[in-house]
């Protein structure tokens, strides 16, 4: 299993970025998908979840600002990113779970600065 991140890049504050991550040697979809980031100098956080059958959850500090979504017939999950923020500067991390093993994707810079 492989997961390929991509769509980070520059945006100015108040801007928005849709990170993507497609997963690769699976044969059914990944029972739970999620974006996590890390900061320089902080540890990796949870950014948001989303578990097969529609259940979702958020970071409070990208709440109302981020959406998590997947596309399970393309077997890729999305993060849509509105309203950025300075401290949102990161490199993002895909992540999932499939029957048990968890798998990561390489990470995803994504700078907020104007």
């Known amino acids: 299993v492989q997961l390929q991140a991509s769509g980070g890049g520059l945006v100015q504050p108040g801007g928005s970025l849709r990170l993507s991550c497609a997963a690769s040697?699976?044969?059914?979809?990944?029972?739970?998908w999620g974006w996590y980031r890390q900061a320089p100098g902080k540890e990796r956080e949870l950014v948001a979840i989303?578990?097969?059958?529609?259940?979702?959850n958020y970071a409070d500090s990208v709440k109302d600002r981020f959406t998590i979504s997947r596309d399970n017939a393309k077997n890729t999950v999305y993060l849509q990113m509105n309203s950025l923020k300075l401290e949102d500067t990161a490199v993002y991390y895909c992540n999932g779970v499939y029957y048990g093993m968890s798998y990561w994707g390489k990470g995803t810079q994504v700078t907020v600065s104007s």
């Open positions: 989303d578990i097969r059958g529609g259940s979702t």
């Open positions: 040697g699976i044969s059914f979809s990944i029972n739970a």
